[in-house]
């Protein structure tokens, strides 16, 4: 069974950075899909970064590009989203998702929440002016 869990979120002061992780347990398939989303009560779940295991980049949005990244450890099976620069319209609760997957399969809808299968319960960040 697949298990995702998010940690890092917190409150913090307009242009200041967040790490966020998540831990990914279960997959046995050498190869499957990762992203970062984030939702607030205003908006739809919308996709933030996304990315393969192996370290290909498959996804970033054009509201954090230049300001976050998404990067992968293998040996910890851990995903990260590191975020600088933060603005308040970056607040909402960031989640991780995961789903089975080759690079083609990864490249296509890697920004859409109906693509992923398996999700974290999520992590707040609040980002204040």
């Known amino acids: 069974q697949v298990h995702l869990a998010e940690s890092g979120g917190d409150s913090v002061q307009a242009g200041g950075s967040l790490r966020l992780s998540c831990g990914v347990s279960?997959?046995?398939?050498?190869?499957?899909?990762m992203g970062w989303f984030r939702q607030t009560p205003e908006k739809n779940r919308e996709g933030v970064a996304a990315?393969?295991?192996?370290?290909?980049?498959?996804f970033l949005s054009t509201t954090v590009k230049g300001r976050f990244s998404i990067s992968h450890d293998g040996a910890k099976n851990t995903l990260y989203l590191q975020m600088n620069s933060l603005k308040p319209e970056d607040s909402g609760m960031y989640f991780c998702?995961?789903?089975?997957?080759?690079?083609?399969?990864?490249?296509?809808?890697?920004?859409?929440?109906?693509?992923?299968?398996?999700w974290g319960q999520g992590t707040q960040v609040i980002v204040s002016s």
């Open positions: 279960g997959y046995t398939a050498s190869s499957y899909c």
């Open positions: 990315m393969t295991n192996g370290g290909i980049n498959t």
């Open positions: 998702a995961a789903r089975l997957g080759d690079l083609y399969t990864c490249n296509h809808g890697s920004n859409q929440p109906e693509s992923y299968d398996s």
